[in-house]
């Protein structure tokens, strides 16, 4: 072990950096099936809380969320790619390893660069064997954005007529309203321009107190 670590000291390589790695990967802990899963938790828990929050604009939260969803998938597919030689994409199988001839008695010590050939091509080979893994995983969660994408452009058309159909509606309201008010306020100025007129027949008219009686007395 000391042997190995010198040998990873002597050659640069940080021994840690894969620890290091998994402990800044929020995603690490979570298999393929949980990745597609958390995809469809979070595109809901979005609409969810948008939808209570907005309810007048329900279906542009759900072109949202659709468009979230899809963004998941893609990054889940990036994530996937760019750690193609993680366990979780290659269902348990262990890697290739190379046979060692430095240890054959007599000429192992002339076998020593076979070794180091050797050990070159098998970790080419795992390299394209963990690619080739990776990559249908990959490809599912990007096919899955694809798709998500490919149903916003209805759903964005869909969201487009209902919200001109909704502002037309909000516009005829307003105009209804409108038209409403101006008739008041021409009722009102009616009133208005009649209550002087009013006033001055009230001031001709006179009072009781000043009507001469007129009616004969009666005679006995």
């Not at 050797?118 to 954005?145: R, Y």
């Amino acid at each position: 072990m000391a042997g190995i670590c010198s040998l990873a000291a002597g050659t640069g390589i940080d021994t840690n950096r894969k620890g290091r790695e998994n402990s800044l990967d929020p995603l690490s802990g979570m298999s393929r099936d949980e990745l597609g899963i958390f995809s469809w938790v979070a595109a809901a828990v979005f609409a969810l809380a948008v939808g209570v929050w907005r309810p007048r604009k329900l279906h542009w939260t759900v072109l949202g969320s659709v468009l979230l969803f899809a963004a998941l998938n893609a990054g889940a597919g990036i994530y996937v790619l760019n750690h193609v030689g993680d366990p979780r994409w290659s269902a348990g199988e262990p890697p290739l390893t190379a046979p060692s001839f430095s240890g054959t008695p007599m000429v192992g010590q002339f076998l020593g660069p076979l070794d180091s050939a050797l050990n070159g091509v098998v970790s080419g080979v795992n390299a394209f064997l963990a690619f080739k893994q990776a990559l249908p995983v990959a490809l599912d969660f990007l096919g899955t954005s694809g798709w998500a994408l490919l149903a916003s452009f209805p759903l964005g058309i869909l969201a487009s007529v209902v919200s001109y159909i909704m502002d037309r509606r909000r516009t005829a309201d307003f105009e209804k309203y409108r038209a409403t008010v101006d008739r008041l306020k021409v009722e009102l100025e009616e009133i208005k321009a009649q209550i002087p007129s009013m006033n001055s027949v009230g001031t001709a008219l006179p009072a009781e107190d000043d009507v001469t009686d007129v009616r004969p007395t009666p005679t006995r």
